[in-house]
């Protein structure tokens, strides 16, 4: 299958990094295809909600948006990485998402399956309450097929994430697809 992953935190090298990587491996032992964007060294523009493209056709931005829409609409999975930013995702993976505008309906279309992997210095139980009910509701509207969530608590810097179970955890949900 080929996967494609949206990593949102702009720390290429920081703890959502952490989880990203170790998906990877599992899924590559699993023999699927990985394409890693870091969404925030690519130039994405926001969406102008102009609805020039009608939900489906040419973005009158024209940007690197062209290259996640290829790969997304030539792949099996969608995976979204991101750090807790406010209790939401970062705004660099947000933009991303906003841009799905021009290509909406082929895109639910795919019926593609999804995943969240996630960090936050929080560990309250509440800690991903939103983000979580914002990917559900993502999930049900773009018809996608969740096929699980690492939520990383008290993943506030690298050294935490790495002594954590969630590196294992991300790796195990890699693996198990
Ligand atoms: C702008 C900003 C907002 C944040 N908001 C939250 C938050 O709402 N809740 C929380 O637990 N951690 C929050 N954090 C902490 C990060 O989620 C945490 O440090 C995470 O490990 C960063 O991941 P990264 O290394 O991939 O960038 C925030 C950090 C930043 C920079």
């Not at 996630?118 to 009910?133: G, I, K, P, R, Y």
């Not at 990383?152 to 935490?160: E, H, K, L, R």
């Amino acid at each position: 299958m080929k996967i494609v992953v949206l990593q949102g935190s702009p720390n290429s090298r920081g703890s959502t990094n952490i989880l990203v990587e170790n998906f990877i491996k599992g899924a590559s032992v699993k023999g699927h295809e990985v394409i890693r964007f870091d969404v925030s060294k690519m130039s994405i523009l926001p969406c102008l909600g102009c609805v020039a493209c009608g939900y489906e056709g040419p973005c009158v931005q024209k940007d690197d948006n062209e290259i996640i829409k290829k790969a997304l609409l030539s792949s099996d999975m969608l995976v979204l990485a991101t750090p807790l930013y406010y209790y939401g995702m970062s705004a660099q993976l947000k933009t991303v998402i906003d841009r799905f505008c021009s290509y909406n309906y082929s895109l639910t279309g795919k019926h593609l399956k999804s995943a969240l992997l996630t960090v936050a210095w929080n560990q309250d139980d509440w800690t991903f309450e939103a983000l979580v009910s914002y990917y559900k509701t993502l999930v049900r509207y773009l018809e996608l097929e969740d096929q699980g969530m690492v939520l990383g608590y008290g993943c506030g810097n690298v050294s935490m994430t790495k002594h954590s179970k969630y590196p294992q955890e991300a790796y195990q949900l890699g693996y198990s697809l």
